[in-house]
């Protein structure tokens, strides 16, 4: 608010902001909500993907891959299964246990499903599903077997 105070705007500034604090009073439980199921699934060994139909709760070892795409992340899962996200791969490098390595700007695969390392930088998984790895991520996933 500049001065001189009008009134009337002073009227309008508070009326908003009264607005604003019920909203977040409102959210303050869906938001704590959300908070304890995700600590709940996460010590469960599932991955909460959040998709355009709802929110899906996914064990961690049906997990084969994330693909960074268009903003958002794409699931390869067992069976030949894909989910799409609309959360970006940051969200999930955050939240993800040290089963999963990130090898790639754009891919993050789980380890407990890697078949082979290529000398062409490419990681094979179970599916035979060839991952591009970095040249600065090689030297850390070569060390996590110990070579």
Known sequence: MLKPIDTDDLKVAVNKTISIINEKRQSSPNTKLVALLS???????????????GMYFVPQNEVLHMEGYEGYTKFHLINDKEMI???????????????FFKCHKSHIINLEKVRSFE????????NNYRVPISKANKKAFLSLFNY
């Not at 996460?42 to 959040?50: D, E, H, V």
């Not at 000398?119 to 179970?126: D, K, P, R, S």
């Open 39 to 53: 600590e709940t699934i996460t010590k469960s060994n599932k991955i909460i993907i959040p998709t355009s139909n």
């Open 85 to 99: 996200s609309s959360y970006n791969l940051g969200k999930f490098e955050k939240v993800l246990n040290k089963t």
């Open 119 to 126: 000398n062409e930088a490419y990681i094979v998984l179970e």
